[in-house]
């Protein structure tokens, strides 16, 4: 292969028109015709079409697949454009390297839109001119010191990307290496980096773009010179001169027309660190190199008498001092400048002279506290050396990052003589650093964050949104009359337009918010931790009005509009971040098409009947058909003992494009209908299969099932029931419990209390689900010979923040055990929610705190390593004083949030604020007399008592007086009051009885 010479990348902003045509060629694609052909060619395309593409699914920015396999890349669009000149129709497929030629070669594709240069390959493609250049160099880890040079790699584990020209290249220079081929890059980087191979070789900016992206950076380095300049071109299988001839006249013709340069500036961007040698990751030779000539320095000045003293001092600026492309500053033992070389001097701007006689801290940026100098001095003193990062001012006041290694230098009686400094100015590095996030994570145009950085923020707001319990709000925005002013102002002045839209659109939204653009005029806006949905709407009608002010370009006022899709997240959505922006996409839509300049907001419920995003009945039906089923199940406990009573069998369906759906996604779709009886048959039949699997390998694990009103209300239901369970002998009395929701037992009590009965005869049990959302009165608890009540999720979810809840909580299990009923709390999500359960007499629970549901593979393991929380063992039910103390410290939280919200705004009326007309004054006042003294901690809890009532009170008659200032210092003071006290009061509570007894 020649050696062409490296050429610089030309810097021109990629416009986004470019953009825009690239990707959706019907908003300002080029017309056909844009590149003139031969009849001859033109009739070679006729026969021919589609022209087959095959670029590499892994050559990052020049072609690749991203994490939603699209295609992207600078070759990839170059093909795009091309095609879309030259009027025929491309079909772009994808593949690895090795068999990407092998595709071209067997006529099985046409083009490989990029492949090196070499004469080897030269017999078998026929190439295009060249489009871009790319040095190829070695990359070792870090740590490794040997691997310099080409002539480094002999007998060493060299990987590199299977087919790559490097195989080429090092047999070409006899160097014999243990070859490890990859299907990429970015997989022989990984094999450098877990020791499978000691080097690498490979494009330089390719395997950049994959270590900066992957926050890698820091593992691997560059070493040496670039070994080659590879010749990226387009090429086809030898002898197909016609197909070779049109690519060559549409590249001459993106060329001409800049179109290349932009899809250079996109996807390349600046100059990637250069060739020049890097000495700074040589610091330890240098210095053994300084300290080597030192030392024979002296020995010759010994032999020859001369003035020893000054012998080591002139050695030291021999040439290898003096050509070093580092800066090297050499002091005495005090730290005085004794000498520096002339890269100090181009480096900082300060003359030799300047600088002799002064000490280093003159260079000071101020950036790093008198600490950091403190710990350099004493690592350097006690180690020897000292290496890191630091920022120093050049003589024109700039600051610049360096990379600084400081060595010490002692006499032959081990005294400190010398400090020698080795520092490389790392700006480049900082700035080629902040380009490649960008080029990741940023669109080019606006500097808005792209899908990538969208789809993080997206899905960490929802993260933060379960946590919280707030909702997460999502606009899709798309420009009304965007493409009339594309179409007949021009690209340039569209752009313009888009980049306004997006500084309003920044303007308008809080910190915490995020914009988005996703290309042409799209843009989405997350609105993450809403409270209000109303307050959501308000904002939106801003922002259209926002929007359709009109934009001043060159003295002409411009208008457009828009069209936003809004949907609202909330905590208990099972949904995934892609499928939250199609649904503010089809919003998007709808306001389209009711005029545009309004926004719509997403409705689930009509979305299903009308549009038919949620699968329809027949769907489901094809379903069970294919076996789209399946049961997951979620085990129930004791919490205080860690026994294992059970698991409840909760169907899923793997649907084949949308995953694994939760039952909310599909159920109410066949509520009351019969297939729901079909799909309830089939959950029986899995789950007792499963049983019986579980007893034959040791495990004897009781197994619930859900029973919907239309299944249970089958007038053979007993029947077919008792069959079912007769075809698995295993199953015996009490091992399958039915789960009923209280409010369709209600529908017909008489009939459901007989089904109940008939099945009690042969061994099946009953549950009443969901228990306390119906009437539950002890009427019915009477008629139902149900053996369990599972309590409602909802009331245990807000019972540390509901007193409310905390009620119903003990009143249902006043029932239970009244009516000599075991039972349930379901929605056990925290240690906290166990903890007071048990404090309340709960024994049996379920929910994440305990296990997710999980398929039924993978319960052996958990019931291997379920253990549980040590709070929770033997935790006996609370005395009366303690279950007052847990009422007051719901209480008082519920009072002090309300307060908190009032005082912000955030609620237009007060709630009850003083803790002395609440339960936590009233279990003051039993404690008082009661046995169990609280000594210290509960005379403190009183007096925070008092003296958050007292800022209360304060609080509120500020708030009447409208002194926002002072009502905010008064609230942050409430808060820290309130949390002591919180934490006193969950002291109190979880303390042993010898605890207690100290109080």
Same mark, same amino acid.
């Given at each position: ?233 387009? !090429? ?118 300047? !600088? ?45 990052? /360096? ?393 245990? $979810? ?77 935790? /006996? ?14 209480? $008082? ?27 936590? /004054? ?48 008064? !609230? ?28």
């Amino acid at each position: 292969m020649r050696a062409p010479q490296r050429r610089r990348w030309q810097d021109t902003a990629l416009c986004g028109w470019l953009l825009l045509g690239l990707v959706a060629p019907g908003q300002g694609a080029a017309e056909p015709g844009g590149i003139g052909l031969t009849e001859e060619e033109r009739r070679f395309l006729d026969e021919n079409e589609p022209i087959v593409f095959v670029s590499q699914s892994r050559y990052p920015p020049f072609e690749f697949l991203d994490g939603n396999d699209e295609r992207h890349g600078m070759m990839v669009e170059l093909a795009q454009w091309i095609a879309t000149e030259a009027g025929f129709h491309a079909q772009l497929t994808d593949t690895h390297f090795q068999q990407a030629q092998e595709r071209v070669l067997s006529g099985d594709a046409h083009v490989l839109t990029s492949l090196f240069h070499s004469e080897a390959r030269d017999r078998r493609f026929d190439f295009t001119q060249t489009v871009f250049e790319v040095p190829a160099a070695i990359f070792v880890a870090v740590e490794r010191p040997d691997i310099a040079l080409a002539e480094d790699l002999d007998g060493k584990r060299v990987a590199t990307q299977r087919g790559d020209y490097a195989q080429e290249y090092l047999a070409s220079r006899d160097i014999e290496v243990e070859l490890v081929e990859t299907d990429d890059f970015a997989s022989a980087a990984r094999a450098v980096m877990a020791g499978d191979a000691d080097a690498m070789v490979g494009d330089e900016q390719i395997v950049f773009y994959y270590l900066y992206s992957s926050g890698l950076q820091g593992s691997m380095k560059r070493v040496g010179e670039p070994l080659y300049v590879g010749l990226n071109a387009m !090429a086809v299988a030898e002898g197909n001169a016609l197909l070779q001839s049109i690519l060559d006249k549409g590249i001459d013709h993106a060329r001409a027309s800049g179109t290349l340069d932009r899809l250079s500036e996109k996807w390349v961007g600046a100059e990637l660190p250069g060739s020049e040698f890097d000495w700074r990751r040589y610091w330890p030779y240098g210095a053994g190199l300084a300290l080597l000539v030192a030392l024979i320095v002296a020995w010759n000045v010994r032999l020859r008498q001369v003035v020893r003293r000054k012998t080591a001092e002139l050695r030291l600026v021999a040439s290898v001092f003096s050509h070093a492309r580092e800066g090297i500053v050499i002091t005495d033992a005090k730290g005085d400048i004794l000498e520096v070389n002339e890269a100090f001097t181009r480096i900082t701007g300060y003359r030799r002279d300047e !600088a002799l006689g002064r000490n280093p801290r003159f260079l000071q940026s101020g950036r790093q506290e008198r600490g950091f100098y403190q710990a350099l001095w004493r690592e350097l003193l006690e180690k020897g050396a000292w290496e890191g990062e630091i920022w120093n001012r050049r003589k024109s006041g700039e600051t610049f990052p /360096e990379l600084l290694t400081i060595s010490k230098v002692c006499d032959r009686q081990g005294r400190i003589s010398h400090f020698v400094a080795v520092f490389t100015d790392i700006s480049r590095h900082k700035d080629y650093e902040r380009q490649l996030q960008n080029m990741a994570f940023f669109d080019s145009l606006t500097e808005l964050p792209n899908r990538i950085l969208l789809s993080d923020r997206l899905r960490q707001a929802m993260l933060a949104a379960r946590r919280s319990g707030c909702k997460v709000s999502l606009a899709y925005l798309d420009l009304d009359g965007f493409k009339e002013i594309n179409d007949r102002l021009g690209h340039d002045v569209g752009d313009r337009v888009l980049v306004r839209i997006a500084e309003r659109l920044t303007s308008a939204l809080r910190e915490a918010d995020t914009v988005a653009r996703l290309g042409g005029d799209e843009f989405i806006i997350v609105l993450p931790e809403q409270s209000d949905v109303a307050s959501v709407a308000r904002l939106i009608a801003r922002l259209l009005r926002r929007i359709a002010e009109p934009i001043e370009i060159e003295g002409d006022s411009l208008y457009v509009s828009g069209s936003i899709g809004v949907v609202h997240f909330s905590p208990e959505d099972e949904i995934e971040p892609e499928q939250l922006i199609r649904q503010a996409d089809q919003a998007m839509y709808q306001a389209k098409q009711a005029g545009k300049n309004r926004f719509h907001i997403f409705d689930a419920e009509h979305d299903r009947a009308v549009r038919g995003h949620h699968e329809s009945v027949e769907r489901i039906r094809e379903a069970l058909a294919h076996d789209e089923f399946v049961l997951y199940y979620q085990p129930k406990v004791n919490m205080a003992s860690g026994e294992v009573v059970g698991v409840e069998a909760l169907v899923r369906w793997q649907h084949p494009a949308r995953g694994l759906l939760a039952p909310a996604a599909f159920l109410p779709v066949i509520q009351q209908h019969p297939l729901a009886i079909d799909l309830g048959e089939w959950v029986l039949a899995q789950a007792l299969g499963q049983f019986e699997t579980w007893a034959s390998a040791g495990i004897r694990l009781p197994v619930s099932v859900n029973i919907d009103a239309i299944h249970l209300q089958q007038a053979d239901f007993v029947e077919r029931l008792r069959r079912e369970i007769a075809r698995h002998p295993s199953v015996t009395h009490g091992d399958l419990m039915l789960e009923v929701l209280e409010t369709n037992a209600l529908e017909d009590v008489a009939h459901v209390a007989s089904v109940m009965k008939a099945c009690r005869a042969f061994g099946v049990e009953f549950a009443l689900d969901d228990f306390g959302t119906g009437y539950s009165s002890l009427t019915y608890l009477r008629h139902f010979p149900a053996s369990m009540l599972k309590i409602d999720r909802s009331f245990v $979810h807000d019972m540390l923040d509901d007193p409310e809840d905390l009620t119903i909580l003990e009143g249902v299990l006043g029932l239970a055990v009244a009516f000599r009923r075991d039972i349930l709390a379901e929605g056990v999500e925290t240690l906290l929610h166990g903890r007071l359960l048990l404090a309340m007499g709960y024994q049996l629970g379920q929910g994440y705190a305990i296990a997710r549901p999980m398929p039924a593979k993978a319960i052996p393991a958990w019931l291997e390593s379920w253990r549980p929380d040590p709070a929770w063992r033997h935790r /006996e039910r609370a005395r009366p004083e303690e279950l007052q103390a847990i009422y007051a410290l719901v209480d $008082h939280r519920a009072c002090a949030a309300g307060l908190l919200r009032y005082l912000k705004g955030e609620r237009s009326e007060p709630p009850a604020v003083s803790c002395r007309k609440s339960r936590l /004054e009233q279990w003051l006042s039993a404690l008082d007399g009661s046995p169990v003294k609280g000594g210290e901690h509960t005379a403190r809890i009183a007096a925070l008592c008092a003296a958050y009532d007292r800022l209360a009170e304060e609080a509120l008659e500020l708030k009447a007086h409208e002194d926002d200032e002072q009502v905010k210092q008064h !609230a942050r003071r409430m808060e820290g009051v309130s949390e002591e006290l919180l934490g006193l009061l969950q002291y109190w509570i979880d303390a042993s009885e010898s605890v207690r007894e100290d109080l």
